[in-house]
């Protein structure tokens, strides 16, 4: 069903619950999407095919440190003659443990600093935050081709998932808050096909570049490749995400990131001295951000459809992250692939995109409801985990090929739906926080254990066939916890009011403007109003 156009911004009204009144300007600031005007040239069709450059540079930097030209392999003895190792696996000399280990490290970053990030967004421009995040990454990546043993490129996967976690937590919302009505989960699903299609651009060109120049020089033209989005992230006119107070607004700027429902002495009476210390004033405003999220954490976890959602999402994402990062080890084991960077790669990017791309538009399709997304993301998943585990079994590699093509494009149709059940199952202000924990939890339980687990599997039985049959049953239970969504009260909460919540971003020496809103506002009354 086509959801509703947002209403016409009203006087907002006192009530028991609010010792502070929410101005007009303030509700309907707020409530805004974020726009860009009809005349920039940054309007939202560009806004995201940069974010999906960005997003498929992230992960074309997971697809090569997978690959065989940069990972490399061990050192291996046969009937006394050795062969040395290559890569990363070889010049460090790693057992697979270490190596899956390795594989996970950025996660450990990212886990940390996704929360942070999105708290940091109601105090701090989210658009900065991603420039931020960028800048952390690209310095982290450059590091990674310096490193010299396990622990110093382990140390530099961390802080890569450290500049990632700003983008992984921001970028959607953007997304979801510019794209059209009818086609919001087909937006998300572009911007999400940049998952598959980069671990695959990720596995060829490892391979190309390792093999030929070696493994170092694969983390450092990434690093080139970054640099000037990182730039552009400082540079660009910050934009401001729906369920915000943007920073232009004089009138609201005293508000600081608080309840509503406390009032602050400070702010009611327009008094902005105060006789206290500094350093106690920052130990408020540290325990104030904590109290803050402690209670979005508490609202976030009270949407069953929303924790349904990710529990699903965690073991869907143990096994595809899994699959990213042993896939083409297995294929060159169990099928004697000797070009299976190239094989993967090709599989997972025409696959993976065209899966994507499909999930996104079936949903707009049937009619993007959370109901009806639950529906699809059971249904692919099960019959896509059916010919993924049948693939597996087959001795041809030609039907291994055959049968694991469609398991992928049908697994990856999963892309779009989930992300839109989690922007959508939550009050707008709730989204960064949203995407942060749904990102750290199909992580910290899904695959950042499960590389490490599958390589103490293979150690163990020295096979990888009976490994990877083992590792695709999970998908079935993801296919359940789906399955059971489709049940749940589901209420759409995209055009929900913020009336408890009201936030202010750090006022910057840019105005901060709505991104698609018309010029013609911008002498509005309402405009005018906000001025001193």
Known sequence: MAQKPEPEAKPATSSPSSAIPVSPVVQDMANKSTMIPATSWFTPKRLLAIFCVINML????????????????????TNGICKSGSGIQGDFNLNNFEDGVLSSAFMVGLLIASPIFASLSKSVNPFRLIGVGLTVWTIATLCCGLSFDFWSITFCRM???????S??????PFIDDNAPVAQKTAWLSIFYMCIPGG?????VYGGLVGSHFGWRYAFWVEAILMLPFAILGFVMKPLQLKGFVPSDSKKVSALETVPLGVQDADVSNGNNESNEPSKPKCRCKVLNQVSIFLKDMKALLSE??????VLGYIAYNFVIGAYSYWGPKAGYSIYNMTNA???????TIVCGILGTLAGGFALDYMNNTLSNAFKLLSFTTLVGGAFCFGAFVFKSM?????????GELLVFATQGPVNYVCLHSVKPSLRPLSMAMSTVAIHIFGDVPSSPLVGVVQDSINNWRTTALILTTIFFPAAAIWFIGIFLHSVDKFDEDSEHQVSRVEETSTTTAPL?????????????????
Do not use: W
């Open 58 to 77: 992230n992960y074309l930097d997971r697809g090569a440190i997978a690959s065989n030209g940069v990972n490399g392999h061990q050192k291996t003895c």
């Open 159 to 165: 802080l890569v998932g450290v500049g990632e976690a």
């Open 167 to 172: 983008f992984i937590s921001l970028a959607a």
């Open 199 to 203: 671990y695959a651009l990720g596995y």
């Open 304 to 309: 069953k459809v929303y924790v349904v959602n």
């Open 341 to 347: 960077d190239m094989i993967f790669g090709g599989i």
């Open 398 to 406: 030609y039907g291994f090929l055959a049968f694991f093509a469609i």
């Open 516 to 532: 698609l809103e018309e010029k013609t506002r911008e002498t509005s009354p309402l405009t005018q109003s906000q001025e001193c």
